[in-house]
Protein backbone atom coordinates (compact mmCIF):
# COMPACT_ATOMS: atom_id res chain seq x y z
CA UNK A 1 0.00 0.00 0.00
CA UNK A 2 1.76 3.49 -1.09
CA UNK A 3 1.40 6.24 1.30
CA UNK A 4 1.29 10.13 0.07
CA UNK A 5 4.27 11.87 0.44
CA UNK A 6 2.55 14.33 2.25
CA UNK A 7 2.48 11.88 5.36
CA UNK A 8 6.27 10.71 5.82
CA UNK A 9 9.31 12.46 6.04
CA UNK A 10 11.07 12.75 3.31
CA UNK A 11 14.34 11.03 4.79
CA UNK A 12 12.32 8.26 4.57
CA UNK A 13 9.72 8.28 2.04
CA UNK A 14 10.24 5.00 1.23
CA UNK A 15 10.64 3.32 4.83
CA UNK A 16 7.57 0.98 5.42
CA UNK A 17 8.47 0.84 8.75
CA UNK A 18 8.01 4.90 9.22
CA UNK A 19 4.49 3.91 6.82
CA UNK A 20 3.19 1.67 9.19
CA UNK A 21 3.91 3.74 12.42
CA UNK A 22 2.37 7.30 11.13
CA UNK A 23 -0.68 4.94 10.06
CA UNK A 24 -0.62 3.23 13.81
CA UNK A 25 -0.61 6.91 15.19
CA UNK A 26 -3.63 8.00 13.14
CA UNK A 27 -5.57 4.91 13.66
CA UNK A 28 -6.40 5.27 9.82
CA UNK A 29 -5.18 3.31 6.87
CA UNK A 30 -3.48 5.93 4.10
CA UNK A 31 -5.09 5.25 0.29
CA UNK A 32 -3.91 5.84 -2.67
CA UNK A 33 -6.68 6.20 -4.73
CA UNK A 34 -9.12 7.93 -2.27
CA UNK A 35 -10.72 10.98 -4.41
CA UNK A 36 -10.04 14.43 -5.00
CA UNK A 37 -12.42 17.55 -4.60
CA UNK A 38 -11.78 20.65 -6.17
CA UNK A 39 -12.89 22.97 -3.10
CA UNK A 40 -13.54 27.23 -3.13
CA UNK A 41 -10.82 28.38 -0.79
CA UNK A 42 -13.79 30.79 0.41
CA UNK A 43 -15.26 27.03 1.75
CA UNK A 44 -11.59 26.25 3.65
CA UNK A 45 -11.21 27.40 7.50
CA UNK A 46 -8.25 26.73 9.67
CA UNK A 47 -7.55 23.91 12.06
CA UNK A 48 -7.52 25.43 15.28
CA UNK A 49 -4.33 24.67 16.27
CA UNK A 50 -2.89 25.86 13.27
CA UNK A 51 -0.83 28.70 15.44
CA UNK A 52 1.83 25.97 16.17
CA UNK A 53 3.70 25.91 12.81
CA UNK A 54 5.17 29.76 10.80
CA UNK A 55 4.10 30.30 7.46
CA UNK A 56 7.34 30.22 6.23
CA UNK A 57 8.52 30.76 2.91
CA UNK A 58 4.61 31.01 1.02
CA UNK A 59 6.49 33.25 -1.67
CA UNK A 60 8.64 30.29 -3.25
CA UNK A 61 5.53 27.87 -2.93
CA UNK A 62 3.31 30.12 -4.47
CA UNK A 63 5.93 30.47 -7.69
CA UNK A 64 6.11 26.70 -7.63
CA UNK A 65 2.00 26.63 -7.64
CA UNK A 66 1.85 29.32 -10.37
CA UNK A 67 4.59 26.72 -12.44
CA UNK A 68 3.21 23.57 -11.61
CA UNK A 69 -0.27 23.62 -10.01
CA UNK A 70 -0.92 22.14 -6.27
CA UNK A 71 0.63 18.47 -6.39
CA UNK A 72 -0.13 17.57 -3.08
CA UNK A 73 -3.97 17.69 -2.59
CA UNK A 74 -5.02 19.22 1.39
CA UNK A 75 -6.63 16.96 3.62
CA UNK A 76 -9.74 18.31 5.06
CA UNK A 77 -12.57 17.09 6.76
CA UNK A 78 -16.09 18.90 7.04
CA UNK A 79 -17.92 20.60 8.94
CA UNK A 80 -21.40 20.19 9.99
CA UNK A 81 -22.49 23.78 9.08
CA UNK A 82 -24.62 24.87 5.94
CA UNK A 83 -23.74 25.69 2.98
CA UNK A 84 -20.19 22.95 3.40
CA UNK A 85 -17.67 24.49 5.07
CA UNK A 86 -14.07 22.45 5.35
CA UNK A 87 -11.02 22.57 7.85
CA UNK A 88 -8.03 22.10 7.03
CA UNK A 89 -5.95 19.27 8.65
CA UNK A 90 -3.56 19.65 6.27
CA UNK A 91 -2.49 21.42 3.54
CA UNK A 92 -1.99 25.54 5.10
CA UNK A 93 0.94 26.78 3.72
CA UNK A 94 -0.14 25.20 0.48
CA UNK A 95 -4.00 27.04 0.69
CA UNK A 96 -2.22 30.39 1.55
CA UNK A 97 0.14 30.36 -1.29
CA UNK A 98 -2.55 29.55 -3.76
CA UNK A 99 -4.42 32.45 -2.85
CA UNK A 100 -1.23 34.42 -3.46
CA UNK A 101 -0.90 32.12 -7.08
CA UNK A 102 -4.57 33.48 -7.79
CA UNK A 103 -6.40 30.82 -7.76
CA UNK A 104 -9.94 30.32 -6.11
CA UNK A 105 -10.18 26.49 -5.61
CA UNK A 106 -8.06 24.30 -4.62
CA UNK A 107 -7.49 19.71 -4.90
CA UNK A 108 -8.80 18.42 -1.42
CA UNK A 109 -8.89 14.85 0.03
CA UNK A 110 -12.65 15.05 2.57
CA UNK A 111 -11.23 12.39 5.48
CA UNK A 112 -13.93 11.32 7.89
CA UNK A 113 -11.77 11.95 11.07
CA UNK A 114 -12.53 12.45 14.91
CA UNK A 115 -11.05 14.97 16.42
CA UNK A 116 -8.17 12.70 18.33
CA UNK A 117 -7.33 11.43 14.58
CA UNK A 118 -7.18 15.06 13.34
CA UNK A 119 -5.06 16.27 15.90
CA UNK A 120 -2.77 13.88 14.97
CA UNK A 121 -2.95 14.20 10.92
CA UNK A 122 -2.67 18.05 10.96
CA UNK A 123 0.82 17.22 12.76
CA UNK A 124 2.06 15.53 9.84
CA UNK A 125 4.56 18.26 9.32
CA UNK A 126 6.25 15.91 11.24
CA UNK A 127 7.06 13.66 8.96
CA UNK A 128 7.76 15.76 5.86
CA UNK A 129 8.94 19.16 6.79
CA UNK A 130 12.63 19.01 8.54
CA UNK A 131 13.23 22.78 8.48
CA UNK A 132 10.70 23.10 11.59
CA UNK A 133 11.94 25.12 14.84
CA UNK A 134 12.78 22.69 17.69
CA UNK A 135 9.21 24.92 19.23
CA UNK A 136 7.25 23.86 16.39
CA UNK A 137 8.03 19.99 16.74
CA UNK A 138 7.63 20.44 19.90
CA UNK A 139 4.15 21.26 20.03
CA UNK A 140 3.24 19.13 17.27
CA UNK A 141 4.78 16.10 19.52
CA UNK A 142 2.50 17.29 22.17
CA UNK A 143 -0.30 17.54 20.41
CA UNK A 144 0.14 13.95 19.02
CA UNK A 145 1.18 12.74 22.18
CA UNK A 146 -2.12 14.20 23.92
CA UNK A 147 -4.36 12.64 21.49
CA UNK A 148 -2.88 9.38 21.75
CA UNK A 149 -3.15 9.38 25.75
CA UNK A 150 -6.96 10.23 24.85
CA UNK A 151 -7.15 6.97 22.69
CA UNK A 152 -5.45 4.68 25.37
CA UNK A 153 -1.81 5.31 23.72
CA UNK A 154 -2.72 3.03 20.69
CA UNK A 155 -5.35 3.24 17.73
CA UNK A 156 -8.78 1.58 18.03
CA UNK A 157 -8.88 -2.55 18.19
CA UNK A 158 -10.16 -3.10 14.26
CA UNK A 159 -6.60 -1.51 13.29
CA UNK A 160 -4.01 -3.33 15.87
CA UNK A 161 -3.84 -6.41 14.50
CA UNK A 162 -2.95 -5.14 11.22
CA UNK A 163 -0.36 -2.01 11.90
CA UNK A 164 1.81 -2.68 15.06
CA UNK A 165 0.77 -5.98 17.48
CA UNK A 166 4.11 -5.80 19.10
CA UNK A 167 3.03 -2.27 20.32
CA UNK A 168 0.56 -3.68 22.51
CA UNK A 169 2.19 -2.55 25.78
CA UNK A 170 4.06 0.25 25.28
CA UNK A 171 2.99 3.97 26.05
CA UNK A 172 1.90 7.17 23.62
CA UNK A 173 5.22 8.23 24.14
CA UNK A 174 7.21 5.16 22.65
CA UNK A 175 4.97 4.69 19.63
CA UNK A 176 5.83 8.55 18.91
CA UNK A 177 9.44 7.10 19.35
CA UNK A 178 8.68 4.86 16.78
CA UNK A 179 7.07 6.95 14.20
CA UNK A 180 9.98 9.75 14.33
CA UNK A 181 12.68 7.46 13.95
CA UNK A 182 14.04 9.45 17.77
CA UNK A 183 14.48 8.03 20.83
CA UNK A 184 12.03 7.97 23.50
CA UNK A 185 14.74 10.35 25.32
CA UNK A 186 14.39 13.10 22.84
CA UNK A 187 11.18 12.66 22.53
CA UNK A 188 10.65 13.52 26.26
CA UNK A 189 12.82 16.23 25.96
CA UNK A 190 10.61 18.07 23.03
CA UNK A 191 7.59 17.20 25.08
CA UNK A 192 8.81 19.05 28.15
CA UNK A 193 10.37 21.91 26.17
CA UNK A 194 6.59 22.95 25.90
CA UNK A 195 6.93 23.72 29.95
CA UNK A 196 9.03 27.03 28.81
CA UNK A 197 8.50 30.29 29.13
CA UNK A 198 7.97 31.47 24.86
CA UNK A 199 11.18 34.07 25.49
CA UNK A 200 13.10 31.07 26.70
CA UNK A 201 11.68 28.77 23.79
CA UNK A 202 12.51 31.27 21.38
CA UNK A 203 16.09 31.57 22.78
CA UNK A 204 16.26 27.79 21.88
CA UNK A 205 15.12 28.22 18.14
CA UNK A 206 17.74 30.65 17.77
CA UNK A 207 20.38 28.66 19.68
CA UNK A 208 21.25 30.80 22.40
CA UNK A 209 20.31 28.26 24.46
CA UNK A 210 21.34 25.05 23.89
CA UNK A 211 17.98 22.40 23.43
CA UNK A 212 18.93 19.98 26.20
CA UNK A 213 19.73 23.12 28.68
CA UNK A 214 16.43 24.49 27.94
CA UNK A 215 14.86 20.62 28.81
CA UNK A 216 16.18 21.21 32.55
CA UNK A 217 14.81 25.04 32.75
CA UNK A 218 11.49 23.59 32.26
CA UNK A 219 11.33 22.08 35.25
CA UNK A 220 11.34 25.30 37.20
CA UNK A 221 8.10 27.03 37.94
CA UNK A 222 7.34 30.21 35.88
CA UNK A 223 8.49 32.41 38.06
CA UNK A 224 12.36 31.24 38.61
CA UNK A 225 12.21 30.78 34.27
CA UNK A 226 11.51 34.15 34.45
CA UNK A 227 13.94 35.05 36.69
CA UNK A 228 16.19 33.44 34.35
CA UNK A 229 15.13 35.22 31.65
CA UNK A 230 15.89 38.59 33.33
CA UNK A 231 19.17 37.58 34.24
CA UNK A 232 19.88 37.17 30.61
CA UNK A 233 18.01 40.78 29.42
CA UNK A 234 19.97 42.43 32.20
CA UNK A 235 23.30 40.80 30.82
CA UNK A 236 23.92 39.30 34.30
CA UNK A 237 24.32 35.98 31.90
CA UNK A 238 25.44 35.97 28.30
CA UNK A 239 24.70 32.55 28.01
CA UNK A 240 23.66 29.13 29.82
CA UNK A 241 25.14 26.03 29.30
CA UNK A 242 23.66 22.57 29.61
CA UNK A 243 25.76 22.42 32.96
CA UNK A 244 24.33 25.89 34.01
CA UNK A 245 21.10 25.09 33.25
CA UNK A 246 21.44 21.86 35.50
CA UNK A 247 23.08 24.05 38.39
CA UNK A 248 20.33 26.31 38.13
CA UNK A 249 17.52 23.73 38.86
CA UNK A 250 19.58 22.58 41.37
CA UNK A 251 20.25 25.38 43.61
CA UNK A 252 16.46 26.51 42.85
CA UNK A 253 15.37 27.68 46.11
CA UNK A 254 18.66 29.60 46.51
CA UNK A 255 16.97 32.14 43.51
CA UNK A 256 14.89 34.69 44.29
CA UNK A 257 16.12 37.50 42.33
CA UNK A 258 17.66 37.67 38.84
CA UNK A 259 20.98 38.24 40.46
CA UNK A 260 20.31 35.11 42.79
CA UNK A 261 20.81 33.56 39.01
CA UNK A 262 23.93 34.67 38.53
CA UNK A 263 25.09 33.63 42.23
CA UNK A 264 24.37 30.12 42.14
CA UNK A 265 26.26 30.54 39.19
CA UNK A 266 29.10 31.55 40.49
CA UNK A 267 28.94 35.21 38.60
CA UNK A 268 30.52 37.86 40.00
CA UNK A 269 28.33 40.70 40.09
CA UNK A 270 29.37 44.07 39.63
CA UNK A 271 28.53 46.59 42.44
CA UNK A 272 25.89 49.08 41.56
CA UNK A 273 27.28 52.16 42.58
CA UNK A 274 24.15 54.15 44.88
CA UNK A 275 23.47 57.33 43.41
CA UNK A 276 24.41 59.91 45.39
CA UNK A 277 22.05 62.15 46.24
CA UNK A 278 22.55 65.62 46.03
CA UNK A 279 21.89 68.02 48.80
CA UNK A 280 19.85 71.22 48.17
CA UNK A 281 19.74 74.12 51.12
CA UNK A 282 18.38 77.77 50.63
CA UNK A 283 19.20 80.18 53.65
CA UNK A 284 16.73 83.18 54.39
CA UNK A 285 17.92 86.27 52.60
CA UNK A 286 17.95 87.96 55.92
CA UNK A 287 20.50 85.45 57.29
CA UNK A 288 22.58 85.92 54.27
CA UNK A 289 22.45 89.96 54.95
CA UNK A 290 23.10 89.34 58.64
CA UNK A 291 26.19 87.70 58.33
CA UNK A 292 27.36 88.31 54.65
CA UNK A 293 26.94 92.14 54.35
CA UNK A 294 28.58 92.12 51.52
CA UNK A 295 27.24 91.04 47.88
CA UNK A 296 28.98 87.88 46.71
CA UNK A 297 28.84 86.13 43.80
CA UNK A 298 27.89 82.51 43.80
CA UNK A 299 31.70 81.39 43.41
CA UNK A 300 33.06 83.54 46.69
CA UNK A 301 30.06 82.20 48.35
CA UNK A 302 31.08 78.64 48.23
CA UNK A 303 34.66 79.64 48.63
CA UNK A 304 33.45 81.36 51.90
CA UNK A 305 30.82 78.38 53.27
CA UNK A 306 34.10 76.30 52.84
CA UNK A 307 36.42 78.19 54.94
CA UNK A 308 33.60 78.42 57.82
CA UNK A 309 33.18 74.50 57.47
CA UNK A 310 36.77 73.89 57.70
CA UNK A 311 36.67 75.93 60.87
CA UNK A 312 33.97 74.13 62.25
CA UNK A 313 35.53 70.82 62.01
CA UNK A 314 38.50 72.50 63.72
CA UNK A 315 36.62 74.15 66.71
CA UNK A 316 34.12 71.20 66.87
CA UNK A 317 37.34 68.81 67.64
CA UNK A 318 38.45 71.20 70.35
CA UNK A 319 36.10 71.61 72.64
CA UNK A 320 33.32 68.93 71.47
CA UNK A 321 30.11 68.73 69.50
CA UNK A 322 27.74 70.20 72.44
CA UNK A 323 29.59 73.66 72.60
CA UNK A 324 28.76 74.19 68.80
Known amino acids: MATPKYNLRSSKANDEDTK ?11 SQNKQVTMIPIESL ?7 IFGMRDLDTLAENIKEIGITTPLIVRQLEVFPPKYQIVSGHRRKESALMAGLIEVPCIVETLDDDQADIY ?3 NLYHREELLISE ?5 KVQYEALKRKGGRPSEKNWDAMRPNLDNRRSVEILSEAMGEGTTKIKKYLRLTELEPELLTKVDNDEIPMTAGYYLAELNKEKQNLVLESMKSGLLKSISIDDAQRIVNFAEKISTPDDVASVLEIPIKKRAAKAKELTYKLKPTIIKKYFPEPMS ?3 FETMFIMIAEFYEEYKDKVGDNVV
Not at 20 to 30: C, D, P, Q
Open 20 to 30: AALEMIVGKSF
Open 45 to 51: EPYPKQK
Open 122 to 124: FTD
Open 137 to 141: RAFAL
Open 298 to 300: PTE
